[in-house]
């Protein structure tokens, strides 16, 4: 958790120096933790044998993202949920993603 809060107020000073929207990075940052929690445990639960009949009889385990993750599915999410948002916003992704990627091992 410190690790991600490290990262965060990194990113927010580093956008602040690009000239970047802060209130448009905040969210961009958190958006691509909530993307990359979801998504880390979706990609999880396909390794579950016969995942349909278990999401069928306990849907709620798509939310029950504290019970495994898997990286490649968080970078996924995380990155996909973050590029929507930013074209939503109508946001230049490389932008911010050139900030990101400066504090991106936090």
């Known amino acids: 958790a410190s690790a991600i809060l490290t990262g965060y107020f990194l990113f927010l000073r580093r956008a602040r120096k690009d000239g970047l929207d802060s209130q448009v990075a905040a969210n961009f940052a958190a958006i691509l933790l909530i ?5 880390g445990h979706w990609l999880k639960l396909l390794y579950l044998p016969d995942v349909a009949t278990v999401l ?3 849907p709620m385990l798509l939310l029950v993202v504290w019970n495994g993750q898997a990286s490649f599915g968080g ?6 949920a973050g ?3 930013l074209c939503w916003r109508r946001k230049s992704p490389l932008a911010y993603l050139d900030s990101f990627a400066r504090v991106f091992p936090y």
């Open 56 to 58: 069928r009889e306990r």
């Open 35 to 39: 993307g990359g929690l979801l998504g």
């Open 83 to 85: 590029l929507a948002y």
């Open 75 to 80: 970078i996924l999410g995380g990155s996909l």
